[in-house]
């Protein structure tokens, strides 16, 4: 599935992934290739990247995130780097 992580001034990450979690506003949870669509808020928290056997972590401050067909939104307030 394809993510893509956006803030206000930039693209902080695009590609393909095997999966994502992100801190929803009642929890973080995890999304794998095919599912349901969702629209949902952000709270500040990690977001972990999972291309196979790799991971790679961005915090963020907060925002919402949609998925649909197979392709991840999140579009953060910002990104602590």
Same mark, same amino acid.
């Not at 930039?10 to 009642?26: D, F």
């Not at 196979?52 to 953060?76: F, H, P, R, S």
């Given at each position: ?25 009642? =929890?973080?949870? $995890? ?12 709270? /500040?928290? @990690? &977001? *972990?990247?999972?291309? =196979?056997?790799? $991971? ?12 649909? /067909?197979? @392709? &991840? *939104? ?8």
């Amino acid at each position: 599935m394809t993510l893509e992580i956006l803030t206000p001034d930039q693209t902080v990450y695009k590609g393909e992934v095997t999966s994502v979690t992100v801190p929803g506003a009642l =929890g973080s949870f $995890e999304v794998l290739n095919n599912h349901a669509p969702i629209i949902s808020i952000l709270e /500040d928290g @990690k &977001v *972990i990247i999972r291309e =196979g056997k790799t $991971e790679q972590i961005y915090q963020i401050k907060g925002g919402v995130v949609e998925v649909i /067909d197979n @392709k &991840v *939104i999140v579009l953060a307030e910002g990104v602590v780097t």
